[in-house]
Nanobody
């Protein structure tokens, strides 16, 4: 059974940093395309970054240069390092696996999410 569990969210001030983790179990993270999505209250879910099976990444324009995604294959864990956070980054962040690019509806597996709140 595939299971994804996010952690690392919290409340920070603008300009701060957070590192999110997504621990995967029940499958090999190298086997599927994975992604981080986020959803702010009243807004649609949006893709933050996708990580393909070869490790290549694709970032949303709004986070380029500030966020960095990585995989630890030994730990079967996905990470999202978020720097220079702004209030606009406030959202619930979700880890997803087995999908296509930034199309959230194509992903088969989701974690419960972790909340990120950035104050000005």
């Amino acid at each position: 059974q595939v299971q994804l569990v996010e952690s690392g969210g919290g409340a920070v001030q603008a300009g701060g940093s957070l590192r999110l983790s997504c621990a995967a179990s029940g499958y090999d993270t190298g086997r599927y395309c994975m992604a981080w999505f986020r959803q702010a209250p009243g807004k649609e879910r949006e893709g933050v970054v996708t990580i393909d099976t070869d490790g290549s990444t694709s970032y949303a324009e709004s986070v380029k240069g500030r966020f960095t995604a990585s995989k630890d294959y030994a730990e079967n864990t996905l990470y999202l390092q978020m720097n220079s956070l702004s209030p606009e980054d406030t959202a619930m962040y979700y880890c997803a696996a087995d999908g296509i690019g930034g199309s959230w509806s194509s992903y088969s597996h989701w974690g419960p999410g972790t909340q990120v709140t950035v104050s000005s």
